[in-house]
């Protein structure tokens, strides 16, 4: 989503450490750039638009006066990338400057009451929120210090602020909930950033805070206090060493590996897009006659699996199709009457922009999910959601994958709230379950990661591999099969699994490598059949499963165990241990997972 870093230096200048730090969290988000610096009892502050470097030519960030400064570098979630709403983001009096990475969910409600209350908002943002808060409980007599810990008391959602203020110039505020914080100490001055690299160049001496931890930085101290109890904590300082080449792969030899342990992480972003445009989403698709959902590759799956889910959730029909075939396939029918519901983590993929293009010519209703804010596609669409995964460099679509299937299940239940088809209870156990998501994904990072690393190792050198599933989880067999082949150029296959013994099942034979997607839905007992049908045919089987069903181990060659998960949610991590499976294939055969032949990260040629 963002970078965000802060420094207090004794007595040196901050300003140009702030740029070293923001080149090194670039990665995270490009689109706009800002920095703060507190000067002669004043803040000064310099953003705009536009890449680091190229700003700080323009702006001169790094001859900005001042020992104390916080720094932003923005991948836009709320508000177009522009000056307006680049951080920093002040109070009314200027007095109070804000950099924030992730999302505020009730920053509406917050907004309104500020505004009552004649506060002067500048930006479209939600973090522009959090200074002028802070400020309201200052008017009403508080200090500093505890105007931050009220306000931050009132924010909902995932975040990490850096603050510094006029009120407490030789201060610096971090906190953290959800989104990713550390402080640093050295012996000439203090921290905080959003990641460890991007501190690798001032000190290795860290700490990492915890959800729900703020900490007060001076000049030769720091203070860590806990929400809500407001208990004051002792933290231990870790040396970090860090090798900076990998810096903005923060310690991992390639992006697709950083990103698809970045999952449980942004995975807490998708699952908290904001509600209200949910609804007008929910709204126009049940208000339509046929619902379109399209994508390319990956997102192609995902709207598989999304035409799968709202049709289980919602009771809503709708009809997936690969972008390049949506012309000759329905130009015929869609009409005003139609919504077209879009996903492109690029926003600018042309299959896609084609077929929007076209049904926007017969007057239907555009839809979209997207990673990329102010991408075309954000600009033709009559709603759009950004997923907020952060940007994703691999060519390989890893995280943005499942970070579109959390949006489509939220989506989902909206839908299905708005349709009467989800009882309260129903939409309470899913908001339960949904939540636990980013955990179980964790846990499945921990505990398959090495056995996964095995299997590659052992099927490395295969002809082929096939991959099959049934209901939910057939996209999911779909997506492992895509990553396989596009990475390791392995030829791979996949099907419906009842389908293998319409034609694909005459191409196994002893040793082919067949993976199973089982997780103990309805459809196990049948891919149990399945399973039987290829073992009888001396194929290898590797399965996916719940780790408690022992009848599935006993039929694989290999089992990979699953953590039990709410069924309905079971896509999200079974297509993990897939993800990391084709990523340490690759690796092994000496192939470049981030930069696969012949592939772009983005098809923008049709
Ligand atoms: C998936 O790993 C590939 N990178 C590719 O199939 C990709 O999903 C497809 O090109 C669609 O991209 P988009 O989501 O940006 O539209």
């Not at 810096?247 to 030899?253: L, P, R, T």
């Not at 049709?311 to 199709?321: C, D, E, G, Y």
Request: proline share 4%.
């Amino acid at each position: 989503m963002c970078g965000i870093i802060g420094i207090l230096y004794r007595d040196k200048s901050v300003a140009k450490d702030l740029v070293t730090g923001l080149k090194l969290l670039e990665y995270r988000g490009y689109d706009s750039a800002g920095i703060a610096t507190l000067s002669n009892g004043s803040i000064l502050i310099e953003k705009d638009k536009g890449r680091i470097d190229e700003l700080n030519v323009k702006l001169g960030f790094e001859s900005m006066p001042g020992c104390v400064g916080i720094a932003h570098t923005r991948w836009a979630t709320h508000g177009a990338p522009d000056k307006i709403n680049a951080h920093p983001h002040t109070d009314c009096e200027n007095r109070i400057a804000v950099v924030h990475n992730g999302i505020i969910d009730n920053y509406n409600e917050i907004k309104s009451e500020l505004v009552r209350k004649g506060h002067i908002f500048k930006s479209l943002t939600d973090t522009e929120v959090v200074p002028h808060l802070i400020e309201e409980y200052i008017k009403n007599g508080y200090s500093f210090r505890d105007a931050v810990i009220e306000a931050v008391s009132r924010l909902e959602g995932a975040y990490a602020l850096g603050i510094i203020s006029t009120y407490e110039p030789g201060m610096i505020v971090g906190v953290k909930q959800l989104s990713p914080l550390v402080v640093g100490v050295s012996d000439e001055g203090m921290f905080i950033a959003s990641d460890i690299n991007s501190l690798s160049p001032f000190t290795k001496d860290v700490i990492v805070l915890d959800d729900g931890e703020v900490v007060f930085l001076t000049g030769d101290s720091y203070e860590i206090v806990r929400l809500p109890t407001r208990e004051r904590v002792v933290k231990k300082v870790e040396r970090i060493e860090i090798d900076t080449q990998f810096a903005d792969k923060e310690g991992y030899v390639h992006y697709m590996l950083k990103e698809i342990f970045e999952q449980p992480v942004v995975l807490n972003y998708s699952i908290r897009v904001q509600e209200h445009y949910l609804n007008l989403m929910a709204e126009l698709l049940d208000r339509s006659k046929e619902v379109f959902i399209i994508g390319a590759g990956t997102s192609y799956h995902a709207a598989l699996l999304g035409s799968i889910i709202l049709s289980r959730v919602a009771r809503l029909t709708t009809i997936p199709v690969i972008a390049s075939e949506f012309v000759s396939r329905y130009g015929d029918v869609v009409s005003v009457d139609s919504s077209v519901l879009a996903i492109s983590q690029s926003g600018e993929t042309i299959d896609v922009l084609k077929a929007i293009e076209f049904a926007k010519s017969r007057a239907a209703t555009i839809l979209g999910i997207t990673n990329t804010l102010a991408s075309t596609l954000t600009r033709v669409c009559r709603v759009y959601i950004h997923q907020h995964s952060l940007p994703e460099i691999g060519v390989a679509a890893t995280k943005t994958f499942t970070g579109q299937l959390a949006v489509l299940y939220r989506l989902a239940m909206v839908t299905g709230k708005k349709r009467g088809k989800l009882s309260q209870r129903e939409m309470d156990e899913m908001k339960v379950e949904i939540a636990k998501i980013p955990g179980v994904v964790k846990t499945v990072l921990d505990r398959v990661d090495q056995q996964v690393r095995a299997l590659a190792k052992k099927y490395k050198d295969t002809r082929y591999f096939v991959f099959l599933g049934r209901g939910l989880s057939y996209p999911i067999a779909l997506e492992g099969r895509l990553k396989m082949l596009e990475i390791t150029y392995i030829p791979s296959l996949a099907y419906p699994a009842g389908e293998s013994k319409h034609g694909p099942i005459s191409l196994i034979e002893k040793g082919v490598p067949v993976v199973f997607v089982a997780p103990p839905d309805e459809t196990r007992k049948l891919i149990i059949g399945n399973i039987e049908e290829m073992r009888a045919r001396n194929a290898t089987i590797i399965t996916l499963g719940d780790e408690g069903d022992n009848e599935l181990r006993e039929l694989s060659d290999d089992f990979i165990p699953m953590p039990r998960v709410y069924p309905l949610f079971s896509p999200i991590p079974y297509v993990v241990p897939l993800q990391l499976f084709a990523y340490y294939t690759a690796v092994l055969l000496g192939r470049d997972p981030d930069k696969p032949r012949n592939l772009a990260k983005s098809v923008t040629v049709l």
